[in-house]
């Protein structure tokens, strides 16, 4: 429903990107844009054993990179994106968040968000004000609490072992606003291939009248 869209996205061999632009037309793009450039050339990088830090640093240029546009044009102003992240290493991946872009898990038909939300709402669903589905429906569920805009914040990162047969779903809020955690884990266990599991997602994204953005990426780990 929207003519614009702040949505970026990097799929390459070992690295997995989705970021949500913020600041309105035309500022929400180019800080998402900035990001994924900044992040995608990690793919080219050889493995280090050290995902984590490659993501950290890389985000941290993104986030110098978005300082200075800033500076450059005041019209830029508050201008930030969120950021969710997957760097595949050996076993294992890093996964790195910002603001409200999730990353879930699928594993033995499981549903797990592996991302922690950095929103308002989230911040009362963990004093106890509010239950998870209130906050789904809370007028303020989009306040983001922190982003990358070119100023200090604080990355959640964490390393999650990975085996033959895992899923994982990144996504804006663009879906996860507006489809239920229970649809989602149906759709992933139900659609073995990834194009049409993506589709599908979109169009349940559709059906609840979202009228947001969404974009999402789907990937299975596979023997190497």
Same mark, same amino acid.
């Given at each position: 429903m929207r003519s614009n869209n702040e949505d970026a996205v990097f799929v390459g061999d070992r690295l997995l990107v989705v970021a949500d632009g913020m600041g309105g037309l035309p500022a929400g793009e180019l800080a998402s844009e900035i990001l994924v450039q900044a992040l995608r050339e990690i793919d080219d990088l050889p493995d280090e054993g050290e995902p984590l830090q490659d993501l950290l640093a890389a985000l941290a240029t993104a986030n110098e990179q978005i300082e200075a546009a800033v500076a450059d044009d005041d019209a830029r102003e508050g201008m930030g994106t969120t950021v969710t992240s997957l760097l595949l290493s050996g076993d294992r991946v890093a996964a790195l968040?910002?603001?409200?872009?999730?990353?879930?898990?699928?594993?033995?038909?499981?549903?797990?968000?592996?991302?922690?939300?950095?929103?308002?709402?989230?911040?009362?669903?963990?004093?106890?004000?509010?239950?998870?589905d209130d906050a789904r429906r809370h007028p303020q569920r989009a306040l983001v609490t922190q982003a990358v805009q070119g100023g200090p914040f604080r990355p959640a990162g964490r390393?999650?072992?990975?085996?033959?047969?895992?899923?994982?779903? $990144?996504? %804006?809020?663009?879906?996860?606003?507006?489809?239920?955690? #229970?649809? /989602? !884990?149906? =759709? $992933?266990? %139900?659609?073995?291939?990834?194009?049409?599991?993506?589709? #599908?997602? /979109? !169009?349940? =994204? $559709?059906?609840?009248?979202?009228?947001d953005n969404v974009t999402v990426i789907v990937a299975d780990v596979e023997a190497a």
């Open positions: 968040n910002v603001g409200d872009s999730r990353c879930y898990l699928i594993r033995g038909g499981e549903l797990t968000q592996i991302t922690r939300d950095d929103t308002y709402v989230q911040a009362l669903v963990d004093q106890g004000v509010l239950t998870p390393m999650v072992p990975v085996q033959a047969g895992d899923r994982f779903l $990144l996504c %804006s809020d663009g879906l996860s606003d507006y489809v239920e955690d #229970e649809v /989602i !884990a149906t =759709t $992933l266990r %139900s659609y073995q291939d990834r194009t049409v599991c993506a589709a #599908e997602l /979109i !169009a349940r =994204t $559709l059906e609840a009248g979202a009228p």
